[in-house]
Structure formats: structure tokens, C-alpha cells
């Protein structure tokens, strides 16, 4: 509908007076004028209607979940595990410290100080196993490790640092054999590295006075140990370098100071106790050897680890003593938390023949050399045949390490010889290979010839 408007226009001169008509469009009063179509919106809308669509039907199949919502498993980051692992390496849980910083190492595999970090801890740690195999599997790990944190950072003071200290404990003759002399060059190879890359780095020069120890220069050793002292006395692989330079110098009153220095740092690091012991016992101060044995048992209670360690020196005490019974007991202790270790099984032969109790000795040296059924190691450790585990032993190869429980158990075997029980032939045999391997050492000759001929004079020969 429209309105007519009327408006006069003002008249000129000499013109006539019209009326003009204008026509004004009325807006509508209850409707919206509907806006013209565009293109562009249409396929904006369809878009946001099929992804709408998409993402209910995610959320319907469990594809996706709501934001903000807590994750199930929450994540822990590398430097987290790190951390535990340095406060249970305090604590005197290396196992448990070892764990910590593997996981941190999967969490950060490019890291390389953790790599360096978890190569130190379990290199500790082969001081607590008890055979040779153990702890060169337990170094040979730990060299793994420290190799692989010299590639991902080759210019890390610290890394070759702790290589060096890796390398010289692979470099124990014992456990390296031929490959000794090389291993132990490459750790003063990788200390001097160290030092060229901060020539401040105290663990760097403690570490390479331990190498230089190895390599029999004493002198050396203790200028670079004084010197690491004056850099960092607060750190504990200082002073536990200090105290082993000390005692290979038989100053042994020196190294327990060291040696205690090192404990207040780490408290409850349990190798430190046992090498207290194992100085004073140097010393013949048995009673004061067994104070710092038992602290060791105590610390490992406490944590609920089961180290045989402290027992087996405590053993070893007892036995110095000449307290054979007690002796015994504390290998047997040690036995029932590891009732597999043939090691253990020769300690303990070991301590019955010094008691001359050859009996009881012959069938544990037996599973220590020759192995041994799981009836006989049950006999031997006097376990429940009802309630412990069958444990069948393989007996040790021969080795500098091993050679004692050969002989001795050739000698038990000679020495128990009657025409009934045909011991000789299985302690000639012993001896052979004992003779076979040893012929240069008069020391161990020196024990195997008197055996030899006991079981000669009984008509048997070598083989």
C-alpha cells in the first residue's frame, strides 16, 4: 500500500502553479524484509553441519575424548625420575636408583649426563654381586652406557669423566683378562679428556688418580688426589678415591679417615662401610671390622635390600678370628638370600676346611667346582626340602679368582681318601687342571703337589 504526499513547488514569475506528485514506499510494519541469498554462507553452514556430524560420531566410537580431561596414566618427566634416582642412590638403594634412571633415560634418550649418571650407579653396583660373571655383566652394561653418553655429547666433561672411572673398573684383571692393558688405557685416555675439556673438574682427577693407582704410579696418584681434594671436598667419589689411594699405599688408618669422610656425604652407601671393615681388619681390629659389617647389614635391613655382601665379610671376619661357627653362620645367612650363587657354596666350603671339618666341606667345594644336584645343594645349605625352592647349582669355571676353591677341594678330597669312597680319582682330576692352568704360580704348586702325592701314594696318577 502506498501514501501520496502533496507538495507544493513555490510558483515563478510569470508561471502557472502546478502540483507535483511524490511517491513515498511504505515500510512493512510486522515483517522483516528477507535479505537476498549468499553463496558463500550456504557452503560455510554445510561445512560446519558435516564436521559436527564427524566429531559426534568420533565421540560416539571413543576416538576422541573431551578436553581437559586428566589423562589416565599421568606422564612423570625425565628430570622427576633423575631425581629419585639420586635420592634412593643416597638412600643406599642402587637397584632401585639403577631403575630410576633407566626409566628417565627412556623418557630423555638424548640426555647424555643421564646416560653417564646410570653408568656410574651400576658400576658401584658391581661391588655388591658376588661373582665374577655378575659383575662383568653389571660392567659391561655400564660401559654400554657410558659409550653411548660420549655420542650423543663427545664434549662433556663429566661424561668422560665417569667413562674414565667405568673404564678402569672394566680394566680388573680378574674380570678383563687379555683385554685388561687396553681397557685401562682408554680410561686415562678418556680422564685426560675430561681434564682438557675443564681442568677444575674434580671428579676428573679423582677419578684419574684411581687409573693412575691401577697402573701402579702411586706418586702420581696422590698429587692428583690432593689436588682433586682442594677442588671439591664435598663430593663422595672424591673422598672414596682418597681413601683407596691411602690403602693401597697400606696407610690404612689414612683410608678409614678418607673412608669416613666419604660416609658423612652418603650415609647409606654400603660399600663405604664394608671397606672400613675390610681396613681395619687389616689392621687386626676385628671387633671394630664387625661394628662397621653389621652397620652395613642394618642399612640394607632398613631398605629391605638383600645384600650377602655384609655377611660374607663378616664371615670372613669371624673366620680371621678363628671363630669358625660364626663364621658359618653368616655364610649360610648369605647362602639363603642367594641360594643359586656357586661363589657363595665355596666361601663356605672354604670355612669348614679351615675348621678342618673336611666332611661338610668337600660337598659345598663340590658344587662351587663341579656343580652340584638340587638335593645335594639342600643338603649343603641345610635347607626345608618341603618349603624351599630345589636349586640345582653349575659349578665356577677355573679362574684366578676360583683357583682357591680347586685346589682346596682337591686337597679335602685327598686328604678324606679311603680305599671305599675312591676320592682320589675325582681329586687327581681337579688337580690337573688346577697344574694345567697354574704350573708357573710355585704358590699354588706349592699346594697342589702335597695332594698329589697323598693320592699317589695310594696307587693313583695323573691323568
Known amino acids: 500500500m502506498e501514501r501520496l504526499h502533496l507538495r507544493p513547488l513555490p510558483p515563478r514569475e510569470g508561471e502557472i502553479r502546478i502540483m507535483v506528485l511524490k511517491i513515498e514506499e511504505k515500510k512493512p510494519l510486522f515483517r522483516?524484509?528477507?535479505?537476498?541469498?549468499?553463496?558463500?554462507?550456504?557452503?560455510?553452514?554445510?561445512?560446519?553441519?558435516?564436521?559436527?556430524?564427524?566429531?559426534?560420531r568420533a565421540y560416539d566410537a571413543r576416538a576422541i575424548q573431551p578436553l581437559f580431561m586428566p589423562t589416565p596414566t599421568p606422564t612423570r618427566a625425565a628430570n622427576s625420575y633423575a631425581l629419585e634416582a639420586e635420592t634412593q642412590f643416597l638412600a643406599g638403594n642402587l637397584g632401585a636408583a639403577i631403575e630410576a634412571y633407566q626409566k628417565a633415560a627412556q623418557i630423555d634418550p638424548q640426555n647424555a649426563r643421564l646416560y653417564a649418571e646410570l653408568a656410574r650407579i651400576q658400576t658401584y653396583s658391581s661391588s655388591l654381586l658376588t661373582t665374577d660373571a655378575e659383575r662383568k655383566t653389571r660392567l659391561q652394561e655400564a660401559l654400554q652406557n657410558i659409550n653411548k653418553a660420549a655420542e650423543l655429547n663427545p664434549d662433556d666433561t663429566l661424561v668422560h669423566a665417569i667413562r674414565a672411572f667405568v673404564l678402569d673398573w672394566n680394566a680388573n684383571p680378574v674380570l678383563a683378562g687379555e683385554e685388561a692393558p687396553r681397557l685401562l688405557v682408554e680410561a686415562e685416555q678418556a680422564a685426560l679428556r675430561a681434564l682438557q675439556l675443564d681442568s677444575q673438574n674434580a671428579l676428573a682427577l679423582a677419578y684419574y688418580a684411581e687409573v693412575l693407582v691401577d697402573q701402579q704410579k702411586w706418586g702420581q696418584a696422590?698429587?692428583?688426589?690432593q689436588i682433586a681434594l682442594q677442588r671439591d671436598p664435598s663430593l663422595m667419589d672424591v673422598h672414596r678415591v682418597s681413601g683407596y689411594v691411602q690403602e693401597s699405599l697400606s696407610n690404612y688408618e689414612g683410608a678409614i679417615q678418607e673412608y669416613l669422610q666419604a660416609i658423612k656425604i652418603t650415609p647409606n652407601f654400603t660399600p663405604l662401610y664394608i671397606a672400613i671393615g675390610a681396613n681395619l681388619r687389616q689392621l687386626k681390629r676385628y671387633d671394630e671390622a664387625l661394628e662397621y659389617f653389621a652397620k652395613a647389614v642394618e642399612i640394607n635391613q632398613r631398605l629391605g635390600v638383600k645384600d650377602p655382601i655384609p655377611y660374607l665379610s663378616i664371615a670372613k671376619t669371624y673366620s680371621q678370628k678363628g671363630e669358625f661357627f660364626a663364621a658359618a653362620l653368616n655364610v649360610r645367612a648369605a647362602l639363603e638370600m642367594?641360594?643359586?650363587?656357586?661363589?657363595?657354596?665355596?666361601?663356605?666350603?672354604?670355612v669348614y676346611f679351615k675348621s678342618r671339618n673336611y666332611e661338610?666341606?668337600?660337598?659345598?667345594?663340590?658344587?662351587?667346582?663341579?656343580?652340584?644336584?638340587?638335593?645335594?645343594?639342600?643338603?649343603?645349605?641345610?635347607?626345608?626340602?618341603?618349603?624351599?625352592?630345589?636349586?640345582?647349582?653349575?659349578?665356577?669355571?677355573?679362574?684366578?679368582s676360583t683357583v682357591v676353591y680347586y685346589y682346596t677341594y682337591g686337597a679335602a678330597l685327598a686328604g678324606m681318601h679311603r680305599p671305599s669312597n675312591n676320592y682320589c680319582a675325582e681329586a687327581m682330576q681337579v688337580l690337573a687342571e688346577v697344574r694345567q692352568a697354574y704350573a708357573q704360580d710355585a704358590v699354588v704348586m706349592g699346594i697342589v703337589e702335597p695332594s698329589e702325592r697323598i693320592c699317589e701314594s695310594f696307587g693313583y696318577t695323573r691323568p
Open 360 to 400: 661338610s666341606a668337600i660337598p659345598a667345594l663340590k658344587c662351587a667346582v663341579r656343580g652340584c644336584s638340587a638335593e645335594e645343594s639342600c643338603e649343603v645349605r641345610r635347607c626345608n626340602p618341603e618349603t624351599d625352592r630345589p636349586m640345582a647349582i653349575q659349578g665356577l669355571p677355573l679362574s684366578d
Open 222 to 225: 696422590e698429587e692428583y688426589i
Open 338 to 350: 642367594i641360594p643359586d650363587n656357586p661363589d657363595v657354596y665355596g666361601q663356605l666350603g672354604m
Open 32 to 56: 522483516r524484509r528477507r535479505p537476498q541469498d549468499n553463496p558463500y554462507r550456504v557452503v560455510v553452514l554445510a561445512f560446519l553441519i558435516l564436521g559436527g556430524m564427524l566429531l559426534l
